[in-house]
């Protein structure tokens, strides 16, 4: 199925001035790590007043990294705070009776898709996703219970992975 099949809308992050202080978290690209996990060590936020309130994320909001070198997508939930994603980022949200928000994020990061955006941007001094070009991507949706399986699976295997990282982190200072 295209992107357009699968979201009910999509649209630009707004452009704000960030401050050091505020009541929500203005997200950009600096903030996630290689891991895709936010890192908020070096936030930079915003004063949400009635003007800002129609930018808060909302759970399962799915943004996408739409400009610059490293293009990803992440998924919001409201264990974050209050978030609204800068202009770096098409925010999506999705027709939930199709795909599962973690599995669309799992199908946007996978190697192939990101193939296919590298490809998308190309062209550009700073590459940009323009938006007909997302939306005619092709992503290969299963049943919900296949969808569910694939996210588990990928679950325990980033686990895995930390776990890991964490053992030979604490094996090098011990040989230390």
Known sequence: MQIAELIQSMKYGPYLSAAQSGNAVYLKGN?????????????????????????????????????????????????????????????????????????????????????????????ATIPSLPRKEVLRIDLSIPPIQKQLQAVAIRNLINEQIRLEQEILEKKIQIKN
């Open 31 to 123: 903030l996630f790590d290689e891991t895709l996990q936010l890192d908020l060590s070096n936030a930079s936020y915003v004063q949400v007043g009635e003007a800002e309130r129609k930018y808060l994320l909302v759970e399962d909001d799915i943004l996408l990294a739409a400009k610059g070198f490293r293009n990803f997508a992440w998924k919001y939930s409201r264990d974050k705070g209050l978030c609204i994603a800068s202009s770096l980022f098409y925010v999506m949200k999705l027709k939930s009776d199709i795909v599962l928000p973690d599995y669309f994020v799992m199908a946007m990061n996978s190697p192939r898709v990101q193939h296919k955006l590298k490809l998308i941007g190309l062209g």
